[in-house]
Nanobody, 125 residues
Framework: QVQLVESGGGLVQAGDSLRLSCAAS????????MGWFRQAPGKEREFVAA????????YYADSVKGRFTISRDNAKNTVYLQMNSLKPEDTAVYAC??????????????????WGQGTQVTVSS
């Protein structure tokens, strides 16, 4: 059974850091592009970051560029999102997702096949 399970969310203050993890089970992420998306209450899901299968290329939303870093460890079947200098507007449920290399834009949630349930990140001011 294909599963993606996120962890590492929580309640932090503005300026703090968090590291999210997304562990895959039942399959190997090694050939897949992995992405992070987030959804705040009352808002649409938005792209945060993506990393190609080799890890050589990464992509970020402008709102997180320079503060967030996506990485992966294919041997551990895990993807990470290091979030620094957190802001209240980063508050959302963060979910990881897997995309086949040929299936559309990194930035579009519709390109991704497998999704985790998400982890809540709350940043207080």
């Amino acid at each position: 059974q294909v599963q993606l399970v996120e962890s590492g969310g929580g309640l932090v203050q503005a300026g703090d850091s968090l590291r999210l993890s997304c562990a895959a089970s039942g399959w190997s992420i090694s050939g897949w592009t992995m992405g992070w998306f987030r959804q705040a209450p009352g808002k649409e899901r938005e792209f945060v970051a993506a990393i190609i299968s080799s890890g050589d290329s990464t992509y970020y939303a402008d709102s997180v560029k320079g503060r967030f870093t996506i990485s992966r460890d294919n041997a551990k079947n895990t993807v990470y999102l290091q979030m620094n200098s957190l802001k209240p507007e980063d508050t959302a449920v963060y979910a990881c997702a897997a995309k086949a290399y040929y299936s559309g834009s990194y930035y579009s949630s519709s390109s991704y096949t497998y999704w985790g349930q998400g982890t809540q990140v709350t940043v207080s001011s």
